[in-house]
């Protein structure tokens, strides 16, 4: 009942026209590397394989044990039906079904695995913060506690600002002053010098006449002496 190719348990066997037994499987991955039978070597034409059913048949009545007998699974049952018995053994080996979880847990204990898995499904925060959570994170979440922090850490930062505007505004205000300060004297000094430019003119135009009147009078005098 043992493959030579193999050495499991035949599966699917063959009979070669040499009259020895392989798995198929075994049989069709040795015959595409070479095309002789691996007990005798005798040349193989694949076409002259035949399915042995009745062995089949046989070897599926075995009494077998579950493969999880070690881990203490006590069933046995025909080699046939082993592989269902597989998919519902509470001893079979399972991979934990959360993303992100690399562990592997037997059956009978896979959903107590799912709700202390620290990968388990994500919920929302059912205080309505919106924040999706893990079993892990749920039990030390507390979006009414981060809230309160986060808003009071915002007002500081708001009354840090508002005080660096109001202090920016004095700054801008004791500088605005100075400088309508400055333009109203700078302002009343060209008034004074628009004055005196003004006046010196008036001056010396009404002296000019008077000195070439007196200038003339002169001149006409010596002319009538001479």
Known sequence: FLCSV??????????????????????LRWLARQKTCPCCRKEVKRKKMVHVNKLRRTIGRLEVKCKNAEAGCSVTCPLAHRRGHQDSC???????????CTARVP??????????????????????CGATLGPVERARHN??????????????????????????????HRTANLVR?????LGGFLEEEDVMLVGAPQGEAEATPEGSMGAEMWGAQGQGTL
Do not use: D
């Open 6 to 27: 193999c050495h499991g348990v035949l599966k699917r066997p063959v009979r070669l026209p040499c009259s020895h037994i392989f798995c198929k499987k075994c049989i």
């Open 90 to 100: 509470p001893f079979e080996l399972m991979a934990c079904p959360h993303e992100g």
């Open 107 to 128: 059956r009978g204990a896979l959903a107590e695995h799912r709700q202390h898995c620290p990968h388990g499904a994500q919920e929302r925060c059912p205080l309505g």
């Open 143 to 172: 979006c009414y506690r981060e809230l309160r922090e986060a808003w009071s850490q915002r007002q500081e930062r708001s009354r840090t600002l508002v005080l660096g505007l109001l202090r920016r505004m004095r700054e801008v």
């Open 181 to 185: 300060r400055q333009l109203a004297q």
